[in-house]
């Protein structure tokens, strides 16, 4: 045919290998071809249990990625190959995404939800990032805020939130950056200066700072009430706990980690350590003043009126989340449709592109679930778990945090806080451990997949969902600068929690 007369079999296996998975890096993708092709007779060979700790390993390594291949490929070829292995089934999968359903909807809806609402918060953020100049304070406030917000609404929620104004602001300094130059004055550090190279460096570095803080933040409050985290609601539940109960219970590790967290912004801001210290430059302040002043004077009638609505639909927001009075993604579903309703959007495909940056993610979590199944179908964490039951009982409540830290690190910890307190409530309830020791590893369980699990996207649904959100790239936020970024959080937080079990 035609179509194929100016091709050879060379030519075709080298325009095929070019565009499998796309821009990675070529050892990456040679990587991924050679396990999946090796990986049935290693199965043969190894066996299941040490085949599924290597899927865990590759997975892993395509989270590391990201940057470069979103893992959703990557990351769904490996899930193909573990359900064709037989190291899990899709009625588990199927399972684990049930299990997640309210967790999926929240990022369908509540994500695109938020979209509507970004030109309130870049009004009220820029006014914020303009008037305060301290980056020790605007650090501060950031990652308060995202803990408050965290412990009474959804970390995820609060994430988006952050990824919206920052990604906005980005957007609006990388439009001038693009296509002109700025004049400044003689006080300003030169004239007709291009904002590129070192400026838009710091930019970023300035943007990762903020959002790092304010990710760890949702950690830092997530852990300390019943609905911060999904896992938190599941343990309440098992423990007959209700809202005051859980947080005081909670307390005497939460609140020292707390203020360890806020102890080591400070610390971290001041010496600049660890990608952290960096400032908003004088040229990129003069873009972001002047963009948020023109965008002041040419506000119409109908923008004040946009604006008043998303206000009201904020106060709604966290009404609806700290009542509870359903699940957050029909709260978020109820407000997609009152601000459209209300602002005039009703043109589908101005609708659609709300759901642009929530969907690849959902897509990529269930992709993840795959993992997670195989993990509880191969039992790969059993022997972990035995192991710390059959320690002495004075030791269990920091071998559990350690042990529930490490495993939500390079796992999921809604799906190892499941596995620990049923295992922990059937001891039990065959009369192993006493009440009291029960809440005790409660507690340790809670907290151990809450606070070490900020090591890795992985352990954070939404540390993940920075990971692979559009902002990421643009600010060059890869996987492990995140986990550099975040050491200092991981070793204060899992050393303090680990003092107060």
Known sequence: MPLFNNLDGDTVLKVAFNEFLGNSPKWFKMTILGFLVACYPLNLVLGPTIMGWAFIAMFIMTLALALKCYPLQSGGLLALAILALGLTTPETVWHEINQN???????????????????????????????????????????????????????????????????????????????????????????????????????????????????????????????GEPQNLLISEKMGWDFVTFASQMAHVTVPVFFAGLATLIVLELTGKFGFGAKLDDGVRAILENYLKEQDE????????????????????????????????????SLLVVITALTGVTEEHRIGHAFEESLPFVSLLCIFFVVVGMIHDLHLFTPVIEQVLAMDLNL???????????????????????????????????????????????????????????????????????????????????????????LPYTIVLTIVGFIFQ
């Open 101 to 227: 359903l309210g967790v999926i909807m929240l990022l369908v809806f509540m994500v695109s939800f938020i979209y509507f609402m970004q030109p309130l918060l870049i009004f009220l953020f820029g006014k914020i990032l303009m008037k305060v100049r301290n980056k020790v304070v605007l650090s501060l406030m950031f990652s308060v805020a995202a803990a408050v917000l965290s412990a009474f609404l959804d970390a995820l929620t609060v994430m988006a939130v952050l990824i919206t104004v920052f990604g906005a602001l980005y957007g609006v300094y990388e439009k001038v950056h693009s296509t002109m130059n700025i004049d400044y004055d003689d006080n300003d550090i030169k004239d007709r200066q291009q904002l590129g190279g070192d400026t838009l460096a710091e930019f970023r570095s300035f943007i990762r700072s903020l959002i790092m803080h304010g990710a760890v933040g949702t950690a830092l409050g997530g852990v300390c009430t019943q609905v």
């Open 298 to 333: 040419k506000r119409t009638a109908k923008d004040n009126y946009s604006l008043v609505v998303q206000g009201i639909c904020g106060i709604l927001l966290i009404v609806g989340l700290y009542l509870h009075f359903m699940e957050v993604g029909l709260v978020g579903l």
């Open 396 to 486: 269990q409540p920091q071998a559990f945090f350690l042990a529930n830290g490490v495993l939500s690190a390079i796992s999921d910890n809604v799906f190892v806080a499941t596995v620990y307190i049923n295992e922990v409530q059937l001891a039990f309830e065959q009369g192993r451990i006493s009440r009291e020791h029960f809440e005790t590893l409660a507690v340790a369980i809670n907290t151990g997949t809450n606070l070490p699990s900020v090591a890795t996207p992985n352990g954070q649904a939404a540390f993940l969902f920075l990971l692979t959100s559009a902002l990421a790239p643009a600010i060059k936020l890869g996987y492990m600068r995140m986990v550099w970024m975040a």
